[in-house]
């Protein structure tokens, strides 16, 4: 399968691998799986002279394909080793520098790619070299990075700017226990470093009741940006109505140099302010990672298009992606797949059942999708459309006590 035949790519990017097809003009069919760390692994089967080394992996690619990637032998500690050469033919490689002397056969090893998994991918598929773009092409992609980040505490430090007297709302919320009868209280951390509360309000219907006061906040937003807090969440109520003073105050906040500002008129506009700040948290929490994570997608397909999917199981630009549509993106693919094939082998009913490498996803498909409009991924609550996933800690890789 050639670079000039291939016609679209399709990548799902989970917690523990990424899995790649690649069709072609005429339908046929091309696979690849890499780590969703961007490495490809394999093993020594002999160390012919100290730099030279017969290995064996699972992967397919031209000589030459992995020059210039880090070699990493798993789990032990050793200076930076790059790969000089590669022979596809007689799977040989030759590295900067010898390994360690107790190093044996079948020792296991890592081949890390600059490149995210996604692109990895892609060029394993399409047989591009590290240093070349990707053909002209559609990539379809499929992610759990904002999943992941924000399961892990990974995202960005947010500061949440909210009406004069509404500062403790996200820490109240609403007052809804996860345990019952527990004793003693564990509140969740909240995503957001600091609260701003700003003196501005807007009416029910719409009208200016107190104008937005933009001078207070020159040296809070000054301490910010000193103690890197450069991302916004933004929340006044009724913003929904009218969205002047949260619009106002995100282009103040960018003149002063805050990279990212999520206003909540604009990733959840709903009446209910509480749920409209927590979207708004989770958007500018996620915001840089997702945003980079896809720059870094993008870039070596300046030549083609990508396209992402969403938790509800649509496809949108990347350049139009919301990170809080992006938390259940890998399931509803999966969910969106399982359907499809179920219509394909004459089954208008369908349960789906999507084991991963690090969790479980099942779903039910009657003739058409169930949606939510409101879930939860870890302590995070949001307002985004998504597919009706249920979701456990147990997939093929996990260890449960």
Known sequence: MKNDKIRQILIDTGGTFTDCLAVDSAGRVKRAKVLSNGSLRGIIVEILVPRRILIKGKWSAPSGFINGYKFRLLNREHDEIVVTDYDADKSIIEISRALPADVVPLSVFEIISPDEAPVLAAKLVTQTAAEQELPPISIRLATTRGTNALLERKGEAVAL????????????????????????????????????????????????????????????????????????????????????????????????????????????????????????VVNAYLSPVINQYLQRVQKPIQNGKLHVLTSAGGLIQAGSFYPKDSLLSGPAGGVVGAAFAGKQSGYEKVITFDMGGTSTDVARFDGDFEYLFEHEVGDAHLVATALAIESVAAGGGSICG
């Open 161 to 280: 700017f909210i009406t004069k007297g509404f500062g403790d709302l996200l820490e109240i919320g609403t007052q809804q226990r996860p345990d019952l009868f527990a004793l003693n209280i564990v509140k969740p951390k909240p995503l957001y470093s600091k609260v701003i509360e700003v003196l501005e309000r807007v009416e029910a219907d719409g009208s200016v009741l107190q104008p937005l006061n933009l001078n207070g906040l020159e040296k809070p937003v000054a301490e910010l940006l000193n103690r890197g807090i450069s991302a916004a969440a933004i929340a006044f109520m009724h913003s929904y109505r009218n969205p002047v003073h949260e619009e106002k105050l995100a282009e103040f906040l960018r003149t002063r140099g805050f990279r990212t500002v999520s206003c909540s008129s604009a990733s959840a506009p709903f009446i209910k302010i509480l749920p409209r700040a927590q979207t708004a």
